[in-house]
């Protein structure tokens, strides 16, 4: 399929996206997210539904908007974060900011409200949870940080790349004889923003089947996020005292790499059981490996992973990528060809199943984006807009919430409140 695809794939009548009957229809979240995580916390909520009124500053909107590449003048990142999303501008440092935040939280009768900014500013701009909850007795707030909330590392400054150095996970990425590794994209912050999402929607859950009706804080730290999804080297740490090392694409089963092919691409073999490891062995004609000790079993092979990535290194780099790929399917072998974004964008797979959308927008005309995930069979995720203009809604909701005259609106910005 060519790549024009997705270039002419837009029907901009037809576009018309219903986000009520959503399973997050009715929730209002106010999102003071800044960056990456919280943010993203508050897109995940967005795209099933819920109302996100995004707050920025009046001066320059969330630090976002200066991150990454830019289009057209466009922060892309905040076209794709900002999705599904109101922005209005507040500036909380003010007095007059902050009382309007707390009346927007009363008269939206907002569920939840997101923020990521350093532990104690908003006690600091008297916007404490015991603040907002006297406000709204059910009021969820989702608090973003480094390291959480208390702790002897609360004040420090901290961002995805501190996460991912001291979780452990860059200890254990990359090669044996290289240095810890750092990912290339925020993955410390995506991940804060899953948990985040489970936190909010179990609060909410908690919230709406008890008899106070009650609110509760959501403690998300980057740290403990990305270290949660590292936790079976703490159990293997506390029960076996391993301190696991770099060891490249390895893990615990043999074999598990990636292998050049003879037009120099790449595949990833994955020979996570015994029977796809003996379909391999039968489709390099290499049967004989089953009856030698070093390879009969994972445990065995994983000892001699040096030896058994040779041996299907060798045997896969005889063939081109797209051969070799054919024949292991054909085979029932696990195997990947390692792809990139282009390659991605007209993958059978990725458009039969929709997980790729484009999606209006008026400074960019159109932006290519992925579907929300995961996908629900009666009421899925959706995309009715990419991240707005800085303050696009600030008039709209201020008059909707607020009741705020015009009059009113152009004295709060003539006083930089908004």
């Known amino acids: ?24 229809d009715g929730i209002v979240v106010i999102d003071c997210g800044q960056v990456i995580a919280g943010p993203t916390l508050a897109m995940i909520l967005g795209d099933f539904g819920a109302t996100v009124l995004k ?50 939280i009363i008269e939206s009768k907002a569920d939840v409200l997101i923020e990521s900014f350093r532990p104690g500013t908003l006690e600091k701009w008297n916007l404490s949870f015991d603040d907002l909850k006297s406000l709204s007795p059910g009021l969820i707030l989702a608090r973003v940080s480094g ?10 400054p901290g961002f995805g790349t501190l996460a991912e150095a001291m979780s452990g996970f860059a200890d254990v990425t990359g090669e044996a004889d290289g240095p810890p590794t750092l990912p290339p994209f925020a993955l410390a912050d995506n991940v804060a923003a899953l948990y985040g999402a489970i936190g909010v929607l179990a609060a909410l859950r908690e919230r709406d089947t008890s008899e106070n009706f009650e609110g509760q804080v959501v403690d998300i730290s980057l740290l403990e996020s990305l270290t949660a999804i590292l936790g079976i080297y703490f159990v293997e740490y506390d029960q076996l005292g391993i301190i696991p090392k770099r060891q490249g694409n390895r893990t615990a089963s043999a074999p598990r790499n990636t292998y050049k092919t003879k037009d120099g691409k790449w595949i990833a073999i994955a020979g996570s059981t015994q029977s796809i490891t003996e379909r391999l062995f039968n489709v390099m004609g290499r049967k004989d490996l089953l009856e030698n000790t070093k390879f009969a079993t994972n445990r065995e092979r994983v000892k001699n992973v040096e030896e058994m990535d040779l041996l299907v290194g060798n045997w896969v780099s005889s063939y081109n990528q797209e051969e070799i790929v054919k024949i292991l399917i054909s085979s029932e072998v696990a195997v990947g060809p390692i792809m990139n974004v282009e390659d991605l964008i007209i ?9 790729l959308n484009k999606i209006p927008d008026i400074e960019l005309k159109s932006i290519l984006m992925p579907n929300p995930q995961p996908k629900l069979s009666r009421t899925p995720g959706k995309i009715s807009q990419a991240g707005p203009r800085l303050g696009q809604h600030t008039d709209e909701v201020l008059i909707q919430y607020l009741k705020l005259s015009n009059s009113e609106i152009e004295e709060l910005r003539r006083d930089s409140i908004i």
Not at 1 to 24: V, Y
Not at 62 to 90: C, P, W, Y
Request: charged fraction near 25%; charge should be positive; avoid cysteine.
């Open 1 to 24: 399929m060519p790549k024009e695809f997705w270039q002419n794939s837009l029907n901009w009548e037809a576009f018309r996206i219903n986000m009520s009957n959503l399973p997050l």
């Open 55 to 104: 707050i920025e500053n009046p001066i320059g909107g969330d630090q976002v908007r200066a991150f990454g590449k830019i289009a057209n003048g466009e922060s892309l990142h905040s076209k794709l974060i900002s999705r599904n999303k109101k922005s209005i501008t507040i500036n909380l440092r003010e007095v007059q900011g902050q009382e309007l935040l707390k009346r927007l």
């Open 147 to 156: 390291f959480g909330q208390d702790g002897p590392y609360k004040n420090r």
């Open 347 to 355: 993958d059978p797979q990725i458009i039969f199943r929709k997980s």
